[in-house]
């Protein structure tokens, strides 16, 4: 049998699954006290709503569950190889909030703020924190078009993220409706938009020359192009400057109402940037996009935007909606190569019982459980061995389990 | 798009959720407690691992995941059926661990008490209570042959379901070897003794004349039947009634000393029990097994065994093992329909603000996160309206962000 799990999946250790379930439930507990509420969906999505989700680039990355029985048959009989699944394992959390929402809508107000946390698949290549089962933290709000949704999930972002030991990081927003409208104004036909977005999407791989050398290709004039990096490359406020290309677009109010506003939230423990280049891989966003980064890693740490007609494709219900979703495994590399340390954790202390005495053992030191974290342990013929390795595993003491009154604390 | 969640899985409404999380919570609590350590492992499987695992019916019930490019192509190019798929979802999580165990032996101290809360999933006909999705809490002890790995393995399951509010439950035990060595006392033939128990665990389906009808049709003897449910339907003690057959079999010993600690550990809050009609499906127990049934639900809600041989088809190494699992989704059911409420839940208060004002209501209101749960509602139109339903949906109270300090608060 193979002992290995399976690629781009991995096991976790106890000490590393300790930092997983604190770093989850801070998480989750920062949300909750912003008035957030937990839902959860099935990991299993049917195929059709997957593919027909706009998910960009991730579409080509689903996992398919084979179908079964006659089912099954039936697709290899009449030779339907595209009819050989009918479920697949959801590639985020935001196609199934949408589906969850028009199924429960009977049940839920407006507007609706909502968390989800919870394992997704991607069939990407395996790298460093990216892997094919990983955790996503997302908080949503449906029902609203305010720009008051984003200063607001902005703010409980960045709580959060303070909350576990996040320093230093960056907000970047920018807004889908702003970037087609710049890109118009500086001469890029509107054929050319998603072709172009694609590739400044790859500015932080390639760099400006690279972009430069991609738009070229694709045929966009050079004075475009001249325009646009002569804009990525500007010093000063960019907002500013976009806003003398395009004048008071209510993208640019919006952008600018969020960015004031978050800042002062966030009084100066992290900041907020405009940024002409963020633009996201999904289709389905329709406004503002936004992006976390910090020094600690490449790429960002979260991400979202707002997602104004993904409802739609399921009721024939105007909801608008946003949503900004923590990228966990990455924030788990981070502060566990960081060598994060769980703050307040319970002590842990071994009982050392003679074998055949585990019933009093239990029940004369029962009371210990209500302040560590008790093990027991049959006494094995070399003691100093297993208590060294108990205080190796990060163990406090240990006790007797016929001398339950005297714990034998390890001095550090 | 298709709105309802795949057949055989569901998705959960807030309060739900809410209600999972707090079990769950405070099943790992208690499990942690007792010095069990929890570990994740992906629910992505090998499929060959997953084929191989001697999980009797349950292998039938295998979600496979589709091969992708190249590999699916060639698959259905050389019409390897049986090729589709070598990826698949896990059906429990003692498959995972043993394999765990193998591919991570070295981060391991033995005996491991080892904790999994995850979701597993099996392609079954829904019904109340199993579902195609489901969660298990398993706690597992690894690299013990005592019989005292099933005393705690009792305790800590009484435990856990004592703290969640479960009461009058049962604790059914039995042993494998007892078992087959009773059916050969009672002239089963040994290679009967599979297809025997396969009928004999549908005891509580078909009823006693529904298993001697089956046994007949599979050929035995009407005098070994006569004898097992003469023995079935007897009263007075069990066990010292299977003694009188079998003598002083290890298995009894084993029965006797886990039965008596675990009696005395109860200390009456629930029972302990040997049912000589006790099988599991599973193929591989090779030794003790046990069940939980409580009065509020057919069926069990916990179950579990030893299986000593499992680890070694992984790696050369003898590392005897025992396990024990509470099927959540039955508890879920049981608790949520009997109107459990959640002790000493943190207050809900809804903050209303002005549009436009959120950055001073948040600012404003901020303390009061500390203490309860904070959400924010722009005024609308109707504020009555929107104050009952607060007040329906639990909420405790609100305040007016322009005035945060006087929180109303709803009367009971």
């Not at 013929?381 to 190796?392: C, P, Q, S, T, Y």
Request: proline share 3%; glycine share 8%; net charge negative.
């Amino acid at each position: 049998m193979r002992i290995q799990p399976v690629r781009g999946t991995r096991d976790f250790l106890p000490q590393e699954t300790r930092l997983r379930d604190y770093l989850q439930e801070k998480i989750l507990h920062t949300y909750v006290q912003n008035g957030f509420e937990r839902i959860l969906t099935p990991a299993l999505e049917d195929a059709d709503n997957l593919d027909k989700s706009e998910g960009g680039e991730n579409l080509n990355l689903i996992f398919k569950i084979l179908k079964r029985g006659e089912k099954l048959e039936r697709a290899i009989e009449e030779e339907e190889f595209q009819e050989l699944s009918d479920i697949g394992l959801r590639y985020d959390l935001t196609l199934p909030l949408c589906r969850y929402y028009a199924n429960n809508k009977a049940h839920l107000n407006l507007p609706f703020k909502v968390i989800q946390l919870d394992r997704v698949y991607r069939a990407e290549r395996p790298q460093r924190g990216r892997m094919r089962e990983f955790v996503q933290c997302d908080i949503d709000i449906l029902g609203s078009d305010s720009s008051e949704c984003e200063i607001e999930l902005i703010y409980v972002m960045g709580k959060t993220l303070l909350a576990i030991g996040m320093k230093d990081f960056i907000v970047h927003i920018n807004d889908r409706r702003l970037h087609n409208e710049l890109l118009s104004r500086l001469g890029f036909p509107e054929e050319h938009h998603a072709s172009v977005s694609i590739t400044l999407d790859k500015l932080d791989k390639v760099g400006i020359d690279g972009v430069r050398e991609e738009l070229l290709e694709k045929g966009c004039s050079e004075e475009s192009i001249d325009a646009f990096v002569e804009l990525l490359e500007s010093e000063g406020s960019m907002i500013d400057l976009v806003k003398s290309i395009v004048g008071e677009h209510e993208a640019v109010q919006s952008l600018e109402k969020i960015i004031t506003a978050s800042q002062k939230l966030s009084a100066g423990r992290y900041s907020i940037k405009y940024d002409l280049s963020l633009i996201r891989g999904q289709g389905y966003y329709t406004g503002t996009v936004f992006e976390i980064t910090t020094p600690d890693f490449p790429g960002s740490i979260a991400g979202g935007g707002r997602y104004d007609k993904l409802i739609e494709k399921f009721i024939e219900e105007d909801v608008p909606a946003v949503g900004f979703s923590i990228g966990f495994e990455r924030i788990f590399s981070i502060l566990s190569e960081g060598g994060f340390v769980i703050p307040e954790e319970k002590q842990r202390i071994g009982v050392i019982y003679d074998a055949g005495m585990i019933t009093e053992a239990i029940r004369d030191t029962e009371p210990l459980r209500e302040e560590y974290e008790v093990t027991l342990f049959e006494r094995p013929r070399k003691v100093g061995r297993l208590i060294n390795r108990l205080e190796e595993r990060g163990f406090s003491g240990f006790v007797y389990a016929d001398n339950p009154g005297e714990i034998r604390l390890f001095e550090r």
